[in-house]
């Protein structure tokens, strides 16, 4: 069998061993494997920094050549060229840019509200619809000319790979989709379905599982529970300078607790219809008509910012602020853990009797533990876990709002199903550099600013690095004053 990897450098660098692993693992299956190079297609690269900027700080990058490294290893390596002459696309691949350029313009910007009538939104939409129009074409070409029988296409979320996906599809080609493993540390998926397919990947979860038993589904998620709630986790990164176990604040009373956590609401915002389909304005117009429900109860109340809040714009963080401030003044009552705080999210989950999330994986892992667990929007466990579904006010008119006997086998084996489709790297990042990118020392992380890119791109980076650290600092002045 004939295989074709799409991949691009203009994603993160721990992609390199997610690709180069699943490209000799095709391989040692006995199929014969190309990569097709689409950096050219994306406006941005987010390659190593170079050789002597990593040297100049201790540290060391062993192979900056990844085409030499795969062909030394058999793999072959292309790179897709521009078609010529220009055509327009289809009417399926405009609207499938579109919507794709509005999800990389949301991440990129770090906000769910883009607007396009501002100049710098409306250049940074320009120039990624610019870089990707060109691939759908190209690669129809390159398809036409090479027959393949499968084509392994990342993620699919940004303008590049959602193209890349419809010229394949155009084409006739068997799809599956590869991208950083879900469960296991150093790992890949590949599977069917695109990781944000919220239908489709819980639709397999069932055959992906079918020869585990509820016990061993059990110990897989319990394995994979572990760590997630260890301090500074290679599959948590919003675990790093949270109190060790041993330091968790324990339950003061026997009265039952709440415990809202709030989700990073930003790149869901352009997942599709699936993931709308709630009628709350926002996750916390959820939270208040919850809250008042609660609070005649006397039920103590707590909610955790979500730790991602640190890297979200300033408009953005601004908002999400606010937010919380109007519900703290509407339930003096209500307890807020901000996303500077260093308490243990699973410490208030192991405390909670009712948890209530958006869509936040918390509430999958509540599940797991047998918590009963309330979620407000479309989550990617909601078909498959024993949660219930919050998704306007006549559904919470309608509930007891009571905890309940949670069979915690439908959690548990949806993560299982997330194990079974991880695949542990075979070409480690100690193969690339000294230095773990998912942890990158702040030399490296300068560095980033020497890789060939716009000026404008670079200053974008340096931006975000300070609105982070100004995040962080209103962060803790709201711990102070909460």
């Not at 993931?275 to 809250?291: C, E, G, R, V």
């Not at 979500?306 to 307890?335: A, D, M, W």
Request: aromatic share 10%; with cysteine; hydrophobic share 40%.
């Amino acid at each position: 069998m004939k295989t074709l990897i799409i991949f691009s450098l203009s994603s993160t660098y721990r992609p390199r061993s997610v690709m180069s692993s699943l490209a000799l693992d095709e391989q040692s299956a006995g199929n014969e494997v190309s990569v097709l190079d689409v950096s050219d297609f994306s406006f941005i690269t987010q390659d190593l920094p170079p050789r002597w900027f990593a040297r100049l700080f201790g540290q060391a990058i062993h192979t900056p050549n990844l085409p030499t490294f795969l062909r030394k290893h058999g793999v072959s390596w292309q790179v897709l060229q521009q078609a010529q002459p220009f055509r327009e696309l289809p009417d399926e691949a405009v609207r499938q840019r579109e919507a794709a350029v509005e999800s990389e313009v949301i991440t990129y910007l770090r906000t769910d509200r883009p607007q396009p009538g501002m100049v710098p939104h409306a250049r940074i939409r320009k120039n990624i619809a610019d870089a990707a129009s060109p691939l759908y074409w190209a690669l129809r070409d390159f398809l036409d000319a090479q027959p393949f029988d499968k084509v392994l296409i990342p993620n699919g979320r940004v303008a590049h790979q959602r193209l890349a996906i419809l010229a394949a599809v155009d084409a006739g080609l068997e799809i599956e989709y590869y991208e950083i493993g879900r469960a296991l540390p150093f790992s890949y998926y590949r599977g069917p379905h695109q990781v944000h397919d919220r239908e489709g990947t819980q639709d397999i979860v069932r055959a992906s599982t079918a020869h585990l038993s509820d016990e061993q589904c059990s110990s897989l998620a319990m394995t994979w529970l572990g760590r997630r709630i260890a301090t500074d986790s290679e599959v948590n990164v919003y675990s790093k300078g949270w109190k060790e176990q041993e330091q968790r604040e324990t339950k003061e009373s026997a009265a039952p607790i709440a415990v809202f956590f709030s989700s990073s609401v930003d790149e869901f915002a352009s997942y599709g219809s699936s993931w709308q389909n709630h009628d709350w304005s926002d996750q916390y117009a959820a939270f208040d008509a919850i809250l008042a429900r609660l609070s005649p109860r006397g039920i103590p109340c707590v909610l955790r910012v979500h730790p991602n809040l640190i890297n979200k714009g300033r408009e953005y963080f601004r908002r999400e602020v606010t937010r919380i401030s109007e519900l703290q003044s509407r339930y003096p009552h209500l307890r807020v853990h901000w996303h500077t705080d260093d308490i243990n999210s699973y410490a208030l989950v192991e405390q909670a009797d009712y948890v209530f999330v958006g869509r936040s994986t918390l509430g999958l892992e509540a599940s797991c533990l047998g918590k009963s667990v309330w979620v407000t929007t479309s989550a990617r466990y909601d078909q498959t876990a024993d949660v219930r579904m919050l998704l306007s006010q006549a559904d919470l008119d309608g509930a007891d709002l009571s905890p309940w006997a949670v069979n915690p086998r439908g959690a548990q084996r949806f993560v299982a199903s997330w194990v079974t489709q991880d695949h542990l790297f075979s070409i480690h990042e100690s193969q690339w550099c000294t230095w773990d990118s998912a942890k990158a020392p702040l030399m490296m992380k300068i560095g980033n600013l020497l890789v060939k890119n716009s000026w404008h791109h670079r200053m974008h980076l340096l931006r975000l690095e300070l609105i982070r650290v100004h995040n962080i600092f209103d962060g803790k002045r709201l711990e102070r004053h909460t």
